[in-house]
């Protein structure tokens, strides 16, 4: 089997007291790509920043590629759900951002085409769309070839429609480039749609793991898809919606093959 590429084990985070991740175990295969759910302040965002060594675990360990981390995870780029475009560079300039000087042009033309944005390299981050901001933080991410994207939150601030065309686009890109990813989302259906394994975070642990294992592109419509928001919203509530339990909604799941 395959080492995973990252392994936490016990990890514990507090704030001035406050302890927001209490124990965190999770293991992430390569190839994965995981949504971690939850309750607004449960510690997604937290447990996301950890990952990309941001912020350090008061305890526990963070293994990646099979080292413990100590600083930043090289492994690893992150989006946020601002995108965080510098207003005063244009499109291709926030794409360049830290790439060396050699072989840039080929690169940048390269990622913007896969964004969608191949004629959009000379505007200015005002002149864009939300969606169109956000496919240009995606652009900045993927122009490192990271091995690990960690999106926290990244489609929050889109309407409907635009997040719906991002869920295309972020699978096709993670399937061709054999990414590993983990998004942080409030959106339970935009994690089913996405993921291969949901992860819900109560009370500072992972309380629900849920494998999905329906083919891409995922259809909302589909009983096994509807079933899981289903669970994972019931849980997240705590009370049976729609008569259905989370028991009998797992328990008709096939095993992982990770
Ligand atoms: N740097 C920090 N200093 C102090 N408290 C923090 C810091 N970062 C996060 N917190 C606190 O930790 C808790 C978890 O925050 P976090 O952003 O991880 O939650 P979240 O689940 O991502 O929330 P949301 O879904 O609302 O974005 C919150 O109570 C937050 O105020």
Known sequence: MKQPILELSTIRKEFDGNEVLKSIDLQVNRGEFIAVVGKSGCGKSTLLRIMAGLEAPNSGTLVVNGKELKG????????????????????????????????????????????GLADRASSWPTELSGGQKQRVALARALIHEPELLLLDEPLGALDALTRLEMHELIEELWSEKQLTAILVTHDVEEAVALANRVILIEEGKIVLEVPVRLPYPRHRDHPLFTKLVSQILNKIMGHKRRGISTESASASLPAMEW
Do not use: C, S
């Not at 601002?82 to 360049?96: S, T």
């Not at 690169?107 to 964004?115: E, G, H």
């Open 72 to 115: 930043r995870n090289d492994l690893a780029k992150i989006m946020f759900q601002d995108g965080r475009l510098l207003p005063w560079k244009k499109v291709y300039d926030n794409v360049a951002l830290g790439l060396k000087k050699e072989a840039q042009k080929e690169q940048i033309d390269k990622v913007l085409t896969q964004v």
